[in-house]
């Protein structure tokens, strides 16, 4: 498969993957809300976990695709990634105890998300 046929298959993937997430999420939202706490509302509020599961398969298949050479730029960026993560948890860590206000674990796909886009964005730039 030629890389850009095989960009264009993971693009697919990846954008079906990431709409039945924001579906099952806002439906698990929508039903979870009225339920008092306990084993159905906590399996339904999990839910979303299934298409989370789906989204790395797609991406595991994709760089499964790639060529050596972008399969190890990928890679790279993603380590990259993550240690922009590690680094804000640690910092942020210390800065809590210090009396800086807790933050929900949901940030973390966020920054490693952004990191991830920045990484991206610069390579992009100096590659030109």
């Known amino acids: ?23 099952v999420l806002t439906g698990s939202i929508y039903l979870a809300n009225p339920l008092e706490p306990g084993l ?13 599961a789906l989204f790395f398969w797609v991406t595991a298949r994709q760089l499964k695709r790639m060529d050596e050479f972008v399969r190890l730029r990928t890679l790279e960026s993603m380590a990259i990634s993550s240690g922009v993560v590690g680094a804000f948890s640690l910092t942020y860590g210390f800065l809590e ?14 920054i490693l998300g952004t ?14």
């Open 40 to 52: 159905h509302r906590t399996l339904i509020v999990l839910l979303p976990i299934i298409p989370i």
């Open 97 to 110: 105890s210090a009396g800086f206000p807790k933050l929900s674990m949901f940030w973390v796909w966020g």
């Open 115 to 128: 990191s991830a886009f920045l990484v991206g964005a610069y390579r992009c730039l100096v590659k030109r």
């Open 1 to 23: 498969m030629r890389e850009r046929e095989a960009r264009n298959r993971y693009h697919l993937e990846l954008t079906g993957t990431l709409l039945l997430y924001a579906g």
